[in-house]
């Protein structure tokens, strides 16, 4: 983890200051796990989840608020301000600040759909089948989420068949060892150059952390 965060760091920025890095892939994929232990290894990189820009309303259609409330004002070098959705209340809270960090890292289904890739240093996609992510987030939400999740998964269909993310993934990002508490991390669809994230390719995983 630490040898990819030392390598997202000597990256160009992407947006003004700021080098963007999304973690992309199914719901139930781990997405926010990974994000956050990379953040950690980034010496407390802020994230951004996209659960904050969603609502019920709106699954996929936060564009707009994200460009206007975050990829503008990081690209101008100034603090974003995001308000933040409350899934219980069903209304947008009071702005948050994201301050410009070296390195940003933007988590949630669809993190790297079309319209926010050209502001990217890197996209990185959980490697789990959309079946199995579905099943492991049904398991952790419980009963309680069955209508959330009988609403999402159509909607999530519908979002990657129309803008997919992962054939333009830099890395792939795959939970590995006995109790997947590690990840391999492998060469994406749109591949890593040479002077950012490099792999020696073989048989088995190129990198692990």
Request: net charge positive; with cysteine.
């Amino acid at each position: 983890m630490h040898d990819l965060a030392a390598a997202l760091r000597r990256l160009p920025p992407s947006c003004g200051p700021v080098r963007l890095v999304a973690v992309d892939g199914h719901a139930g994929s781990g997405k926010s796990t990974f994000a956050g232990r990379l953040a950690g290894a980034l010496g407390g990189a802020p994230v951004l989840h996209l659960d904050d820009l969603a609502s019920h309303d709106a699954l996929f259609g936060w564009t707009g608020r994200l460009h206007a409330q975050v990829v503008e004002p990081l690209g101008r070098g100034g603090t974003a301000h995001y308000a933040p959705y409350d899934w219980r209340t069903r209304r947008f809270g009071l702005p948050r600040p994201l301050a410009p960090a070296p390195v940003v890292l933007v988590e949630g289904v669809g993190a790297g759909r079309r319209a926010l890739r050209p502001y990217l240093a890197r996209l990185l996609w959980m490697d789990l089948p959309a079946e199995e992510a579905w099943a492991r987030g049904r398991a952790r939400d419980g009963a309680g989420q069955r209508d959330f999740w009988n609403g999402w998964i159509p909607a999530e269909r519908r979002h990657f068949a129309d803008d997919p993310s992962r054939p333009s993934a830099h890395l792939l990002v795959r939970q590995s060892g006995p109790g997947r508490e590690g990840y391999e991390l492998l060469p994406g669809p749109a591949g890593a150059d040479p002077e950012g994230i490099s792999f020696t390719l073989g048989d088995g995983p190129s990198a692990m952390c």
